[in-house]
Nanobody, 125 residues
């Protein structure tokens, strides 16, 4: 497994930006697909974005396309989530996740075997 630590969450006004980071240690990070999920109060955790082990494939849920960008730096064992044009509905706890080859199931929680503790994102209107 991979140990994951998220950072970068906070309070931002609607329309603002945040960049989340997820630092990994343990299993070889560069072999891992990485994903970001989020959970708002009273709602189930949902898929946000994923990136393949080498960064060649990126997948976004429709609601964040054009606003969020996932990237990774395998030399730093870190994955990033740049969030722009934030909306109140983006407010949630954001979780970083690592897994092996996900194939077309990148959106499923079960495709990932390591999770971070989460970082809170609050968006004020």
């Amino acid at each position: 497994q991979v140990q994951l630590v998220e950072s970068g969450g906070g309070l931002v006004q609607a329309g603002g930006s945040l960049r989340l980071s997820c630092a990994a240690s343990g299993r070889t990070f560069s072999n891992s697909a990485m994903g970001w999920f989020r959970q708002a109060p009273g709602k189930a955790r949902e898929f946000v974005v994923a990136i393949s082990w080498n960064g060649s494939n990126r997948y976004y849920t429709d609601s964040v396309k054009g606003r969020f960008t996932i990237s990774r730096d395998n030399a730093k064992n870190t994955v990033y989530l740049q969030m722009n044009s934030l909306k109140p509905e983006d407010a949630a706890v954001y979780y970083c996740a690592a897994g092996g080859y996900t194939g077309s199931y990148y959106y499923r929680e079960g495709s990932y075997d390591s999770w971070g503790q989460g970082t809170q994102v609050t968006v004020s209107s």
